[in-house]
């Protein structure tokens, strides 16, 4: 698979490349925002990591830029430890998010679980998850609303996909962040709450008063079927 890695830090390039390429992925690399919307263009790119402070164009503008035409997994590469730097990269479209300095055995399992949870199946099996208007293909991993494609991100179908399949079922933020962010490190709640929002903004038919996803006043979320 390959892997798209873009930092203005030459050598942290060099040491991520190295260690990618030693389990095996093909790695392109580049130094700036404008690059990274170029290169991921390329329909061979599975997985792209992506620093938020560069020259040129910096990493959330370049993250959103790239999801007005992909879908593939972002990890951003941050200096800022800062809950509302992690909540602006999620809202910008990414899946994930490191802290410099990091330890790169974290990154690769990182990698490999977005990478395990975004792989299409090569044969299609027919594998169709629906309730109301809203159509998940997990095989493909597709959402649809009325039979429209929607574009989402890969933590955005895993949440979406974990609610639909535990429909009616209330599920804790807390609950959420272990079972879909399954790290070791706890992320801040909050993270739910963006990915709720955009999933609402890009399903419902009014996100202020939603018909699927639901929240449980001082509970947490589920799915109404």
């Not at 095996?24 to 992506?50: C, F, H, M, R, W």
């Not at 494609?149 to 895993?158: G, Q, S, W």
């Not at 955009?198 to 509970?219: F, H, Q, S």
Request: glycine share 4%; proline share 3%; charged share 30%.
């Amino acid at each position: 698979m390959k892997i798209l890695v873009i930092d203005d830090e030459a050598l942290l390039v060099k040491g991520i490349r190295f260690n990618l390429q030693n389990e095996g992925y093909e790695v392109a690399t580049g130094s700036n925002g404008l690059e990274a919307v170029q290169l991921a263009k390329d329909p061979e790119v599975k997985l792209i990591i992506l620093d938020v402070m560069m020259p040129e164009m910096d990493g959330l503008t370049a993250c959103a830029k790239i999801r007005e035409f992909s879908n593939v997994p972002i990890i951003l590469l941050t200096a800022k430890a800062e809950d509302m730097d992690k909540l602006m990269g999620f809202d910008h479209g990414a899946d994930d998010y490191i802290t410099k300095p990091f330890n790169i055995l974290e990154l690769k399992a990182r990698i490999k679980a977005l990478l395990r949870r975004t792989t299409q199946s090569e044969k299609a099996t027919g594998n169709i998850l629906t309730i109301g208007d809203i159509s998940l293909d997990l095989d493909a991993r597709n959402a649809y609303v009325a039979d429209k494609l929607v574009d989402l991100t890969a933590k955005e179908f895993d949440v979406v996909e974990f609610l639909m399949r535990n429909a009616n079922r209330v599920y804790s933020r807390e609950t959420l962040l272990d079972t879909i962010w399954t790290y070791e490190y706890r992320s801040d709640i909050r993270t739910v709450d963006v990915h709720i929002r955009r999933l609402r903004e890009k399903l419902e038919d009014n996100p202020a008063e939603p018909k699927y996803i639901m929240t449980k006043w001082g509970v947490g979320y589920y799915f109404r079927k």
